[in-house]
């Protein structure tokens, strides 16, 4: 079974461009993730969604990043402009939701999107 | 501020010895998973424990939920060049807004071991 997907692997742009991740989720998880990545950080949580819905995008800096997930399924993370700051790893993760309770499941990442911004 | 702080930040060894990490915080969690990461890939879960006093073993790896479940250990007994990695905790507290709840990572523990 395939893994979760994301492209592109890396990404150099200028600052003020816009640069656009994809993530293909894996088959039949319902939870999609997007998870900033610092050089030897642990992922920060950006946007959560639940199926199509985003029920936790708090710490998504609005006014630059967005992110649909269009059916449920592939999702898309955008950043417009892009900052210096931004240059970052994007990670993508799945989860299949677990019935009632607190989250407790395995959370499936992909091999991210190494962004550089000069 | 950092829900879970995690020590050392770097961990640099020999073959053969043992390590342990620890993740700690002043808030309670309901659970508590623990990754690894690789160069250039995803982290990759190892464990989940879910009961305070926890202790779950993967072969050369043990790990424990604390009593009151706010905190957590990773020991590694003759650590291998393999088992380099990021090792990340990661707590999940129940979230107000969703049936999930969410999961929050610490900055990890960047180990190296030397052959």
């Known amino acids: 079974e395939a893994g979760v997907v994301q492209s592109p692997r890396y990404k150099i742009i200028e600052k003020k461009q816009p640069v656009a991740f994809w993530c293909n989720p894996i088959s039949g998880h319902n939870t999609l993730y997007w998870y900033l990545q610092n050089l030897g950080q642990g992922p920060e949580l950006l946007i959560r969604y639940e199926n199509e819905e985003a029920v936790d995008d708090s710490q998504l800096p609005k006014d630059r990043f967005s992110a649909e997930r269009l059916k449920g399924v592939d999702s898309t993370l955008k950043i417009q402009p892009a900052e210096l700051g931004d240059s970052a790893v994007y990670l993508c993760?799945?989860?299949?939701?677990?019935?009632?309770?607190?989250?407790?499941?395995?959370?499936?990442f992909g091999e991210g999107s190494r962004l550089t911004v000069l | 501020t950092q829900l879970l702080e995690q020590s050392p930040q770097f961990l640099s060894i020999q073959e053969g010895e043992n390590l342990t990490v620890y993740c700690n915080s002043s808030?309670?969690?309901?659970?508590l998973q623990w990754y690894r990461q690789e160069p250039g890939e995803g982290p990759v879960l190892l464990v989940t424990?879910?009961?305070?006093?926890e202790v779950k073993k993967l072969k050369r790896l043990t790990f424990q939920f604390g009593d009151a479940r706010k905190d957590s250990s990773l020991h590694i007994t003759a650590a291998q060049p393999g088992d380099t990695g990021l090792y990340l905790c990661?707590?999940?507290?129940?979230?107000?807004?969703?049936?999930?709840?969410?999961?929050?990572f610490g900055r990890g523990t960047q180990l190296t071991v030397w052959p």
């Open positions: 990661a707590g999940v507290k129940p979230d107000r807004g969703s049936t999930l709840g969410r999961l929050y």
């Open positions: 424990v879910v009961t305070g006093g």
């Open positions: 993760a799945s989860s299949l939701k677990l019935a009632g309770g607190p989250y407790t499941g395995e959370l499936f």
């Open positions: 808030s309670v969690f309901s659970s």
